[in-house]
């Protein structure tokens, strides 16, 4: 069984458009994070939520935000996409948010916008 | 995340032992420290943590220095599968608004 799923895997679209990506865990942890990861390979922090608190950094634009319908999913939805948007964007889970704590992560979405 | 410094790549044999230093000299009491590891066209995988005492688990081993201000990630028998990069990144304890900060990590090469 997938412990963390994100689908789609690919997504292509045009500049302008909205899209959301969507994500799932089934390990029973409480906090789960969006990561983009761009075509120079460095990973980033995007948002960490958990039920309680939604985490942004504050390098991201306020064209994306995270929607959680419950503490499994985690979905990202992006709006009036960008050429910069692309890049490979990775959903994570962990059981807490703590250092004690190991993340885990999904297979990955990448984003390609034209 | 207090900052780590990682060599930019490194190259191993098959089936040899592979030695992955991490440099944290600013690490604090409660930080843990974290190693990842991402495959090529794949998510990050987690390896291996530790706080002060020396790890293993089925994947490495983690040597963490008697003043922590350093750790080494052991791989024992270095397979074509464990060509990757590896991140060590230090973790604060029970803190709500701390996210896992990847830095460039290492990239093994193995080679057969």
């Known amino acids: 069984d997938t412990a963390v799923s994100q689908t789609p895997k690919y997504l292509v679209t045009q500049m302008g458009n909205d899209k959301s990506i969507k994500c799932e865990q089934n390990?029973?942890?409480?906090?789960m994070y969006w990561y983009k990861q761009d075509s120079k390979k460095f990973l980033k922090i995007m948002f960490s939520?958990?039920?309680?608190?939604?985490?942004i950094n504050e390098t991201v634009p306020n064209r994306f935000s995270p929607k959680s319908p419950d503490k499994a999913h985690l979905n990202l939805h992006i709006n009036s996409l960008e050429l910069g948007d692309s890049a490979v964007y990775f959903c994570?889970?962990?059981?807490?948010?703590?250092?004690?704590?190991?993340?885990?992560f999904g297979s990955g979405t990448r984003l390609t916008v034209v | 995340d207090a900052k780590t410094t990682q060599p930019n790549s490194m190259e191993s044999n098959e089936e040899e032992p592979v030695h992955l230093p991490c440099n944290h000299s600013?690490?604090?009491?409660?930080?843990?420290i974290h190693w990842y590891r991402q495959l090529p066209s794949q998510g990050p995988e987690y390896v291996i943590h530790?706080?002060?005492s020396n790890v293993n688990n089925r994947m490495a081993s983690l040597a963490i220095a008697e003043d922590r201000k350093s750790s080494t990630l052991i791989l024992h028998r270095a397979t074509l599968r464990d060509a990757a990069v590896y991140y060590c990144?230090?973790?604060?304890?029970?803190?709500?608004?701390?996210?896992?900060?990847f830095g460039g990590g290492t990239r093994l090469m193995v080679k057969p």
């Open positions: 994570a889970s962990s059981q807490r948010t703590g250092g004690a704590y190991g993340y885990t």
């Open positions: 390990l029973g942890h409480d906090t």
């Open positions: 939520y958990n039920n309680k608190e939604l985490i």
């Open positions: 600013t690490i604090s009491g409660t930080d843990y």
């Open positions: 530790g706080l002060t």
């Open positions: 990144i230090l973790r604060v304890y029970n803190n709500a608004g701390n996210m896992l900060t």
